[in-house]
């Protein structure tokens, strides 16, 4: 049971162009959302979070996006750059001690030059 | 301000064999968890060491165990190895009740013949 989605495995965006990322959850109880980007053989690197008392958050070229009501988030990168490619993975955390992280299956982002 | 490092980054092992993974937390953090990450999916939670304690486990079995020391670095313990086991395992530290953002190290990646 996926409580975590990330219906597209794979996105190609032309730089300087927006970057489309979308996520969507089945769990009511998360109430914190992050995106991580993973390039090969590397750890995730956090990028943006956003609590579910908002429905934005933004950091510089990235903003995401929350809707509640249709459990869904995006993440939109405004201009892509080449060295955005990568896969980037949307995670949820919600009430409980552990505060774990469930994890999407992730978007292989291509930005071509 | 030091990152999270893990060790040894790669390791080959062979069925029924028993492996221990470290991991150094961020400095400041007081939390450390760990995921498994498949290939092609998204990371998945093991289990979350707070003050040298267990504080919460996902879906493994009881032979994925782990130890958390006084200066918040971890261990992670795998006993009776089995192939599905082959993955890359991620160690991720927090500063407990400061929010939920995770922040991880590169993985060591297990592979189990």
């Known amino acids: 049971d996926q409580q975590v989605k990330q219906n597209s495995p794979s996105l190609s965006v032309q730089e300087g162009r927006i970057s489309i990322l979308n996520c969507d959850y089945t769990?009511?109880?998360?109430?914190?959302f992050l995106w991580y980007k993973k390039y090969p053989a590397e750890g995730p690197t956090f990028l943006i979070s956003?609590?579910?008392?908002?429905d934005k958050n933004e950091d510089g070229r990235f903003t995401v996006f929350l809707n509640k009501s249709a459990k869904h988030l995006s993440l939109h990168i405004v201009p892509s750059q080449p060295g955005d490619s990568a896969v980037y993975f949307c995670?949820?955390?919600?009430?409980?001690?552990?505060?774990?992280?469930?994890f999407g299956s992730g978007t292989q982002l291509t930005v071509l030059p | 301000e030091t990152g999270v490092t893990q060790s040894p980054t790669h390791l080959i092992k062979t069925r029924g064999q028993q492996v221990t993974l470290r991991c150094s937390s961020q400095?400041?953090?007081?939390?450390v968890s760990w995921y498994q990450q498949a290939l092609g999916q998204g990371p998945q939670f093991i289990f979350q060491?707070?003050?040298?304690?267990?504080?919460g486990r996902g879906n493994f079995p009881p032979r994925f165990s782990g130890l958390q020391f006084p200066n918040y670095s971890s261990e992670l313990n795998v006993n009776a190895l089995e192939l599905d086991d082959s993955a890359l395992y991620l160690c991720?530290?927090?500063?407990?009740?400061?929010?939920?953002?995770?922040?991880f190290g590169p993985g060591t990646r297990l592979l189990v013949l």
């Open positions: 991720a530290s927090s500063l407990a009740l400061e929010g939920e953002t995770q922040y």
């Open positions: 769990n009511s109880m998360f109430d914190y």
């Open positions: 956003i609590s579910s008392i908002k």
């Open positions: 995670a949820a955390s919600g009430h409980g001690s552990a505060r774990q992280l469930t």
């Open positions: 400095s400041g953090h007081n939390t």
């Open positions: 060491y707070y003050r040298e304690e267990e504080n």
